[in-house]
């Protein structure tokens, strides 16, 4: 089992990348999301520069918001400065999308996107298709110094749909989700993209990444799941779930099915609450996902509750949470990575650092 840490990229807050690599941490999924957070491949090149170990890559990237070849470019860009350690994360852009007013790429646009970006890292000459005009298109560099093709860049994507797990068996170097503490859920997905991948004659690498993105609280003693330090630490990742839940369920015509077991207690009050920003459309997704995973939202900590965190962190004192981690990892996932809220990072990194990972040993 391997650690990272997932990074809503600040552009003059990069050192804590820094701080994690000296931590032990092998990964850090820098977020790529235009309308909250700073770019995430000036970020990253400033992380890539100024670290040696740790792996840099983007957690995650989509399709909707750069041409393929773009993103290519830039990740190609970032293996320059960081060889051997770059990969990068994508998926259909759940928040990225949705705070411009759009919906998530397709499963088809994730495809080809995938292809295409595939291809270019991998030197091929490629079709490439925009506003109706398809062209083969290739890298021109002749002076390698540009890029970095040589180093493999592995491509990891997001997914906990079944049409997803799909891609990821097909087109995928490894798997990102998050979520989905259950160990029998792990398995069930992992089995989903196991199938998919025997379906087109592929094995899945020993290498293969299953990644869990997950918030983490390691309980000090007399704490508890309602004390005021965990509920400000599980809050920023409760309500992200509470707003992902949300959106697809009103997007599915309102199928009550969709709505996660640990949310439904307090789903009707968390409708009306949404319901109150009112219309037109654009204020309200703009207010639902305020502060997107970085710090609680006031009007929304009576959603935190015991169950609802219980649902969403990995949360407990060390003992329960090494027992946790060591049945997911018998469900066959492979990395945790932690998403601390802005301004805890330090301490939740450090403090999983010291209790939780000396219990596991560093896959080679």
Not at 219 to 232: A, F, M, P
């Amino acid at each position: 089992m391997r650690f990272g840490f997932l990074f809503p990229p600040h552009v003059t807050r990069w050192q804590i990348v820094q701080e994690a690599e000296r931590l032990g941490y092998h990964r850090v999924w820098v977020g790529d999301s235009q309308m909250l957070y700073s770019d995430c491949y000036v970020t990253l090149a400033l992380a890539a520069a100024n670290s040696h170990r740790i792996h840099v890559g983007t957690g995650i990237t989509t399709p909707g918001t750069r041409l393929a070849p773009v993103t290519a470019c830039a990740i190609a860009t970032i293996n320059r400065l960081a060889p051997g350690r770059t990969f990068m994360g994508i998926g259909t852009g759940h928040t990225a999308m949705r705070l411009m007013g759009q919906l998530p790429a397709s499963i088809a646009e994730l495809r080809d996107c995938i292809r295409v970006v595939r291809g270019l890292l991998d030197g091929d000459a490629v079709e490439f298709s925009h506003k109706g005009r398809t062209h083969e298109i290739r890298f021109m560099h002749d002076d390698p110094t540009y890029l970095n093709l040589e180093d493999r860049i592995p491509l990891y994507v997001a997914a906990n749909g079944p049409k997803a797990l799909g891609v990821v068996g097909r087109l995928g170097d490894g798997w990102i989700t998050a979520g989905g503490l259950i160990p029998s859920i792990v398995s069930q997905q992992f089995a989903q993209i196991t199938l998919a991948a025997r379906v087109v004659g592929r094995t899945l690498p020993s290498d293969f990444l299953a990644c869990n993105n997950v918030t983490a609280c390691v309980l000090r003693r007399g704490e508890k799941l309602t004390s005021d330090r965990v509920i400000q630490l599980a809050g920023p990742i409760v309500t992200t779930n509470l707003h992902f839940a949300f959106e697809v369920w009103e997007q599915s015509g309102r199928n009550n099915e969709l709505i996660p077991p640990f949310l439904r207690n307090i789903w009707d009050e968390f409708v009306v609450h949404v319901n109150e920003h009112g219309s037109p459309q654009a204020p309200r997704f703009q207010k639902l996902h305020a502060k997107h995973g970085t710090s609680l939202q006031a009007e929304e900590r009576r959603f935190v509750t015991r169950e609802t965190i219980q649902g969403s962190c990995l949360v407990g004192e060390p003992d329960e949470m090494v027992a946790q981690i060591g049945e997911l990892q018998r469900a066959g996932l492979t990395e945790l990575s932690l998403m601390p809220p802005a301004g805890s990072e330090y301490e939740v990194l450090r403090d999983f650092s010291r209790l939780i990972m000396p219990h596991f040993k560093d896959a080679p």
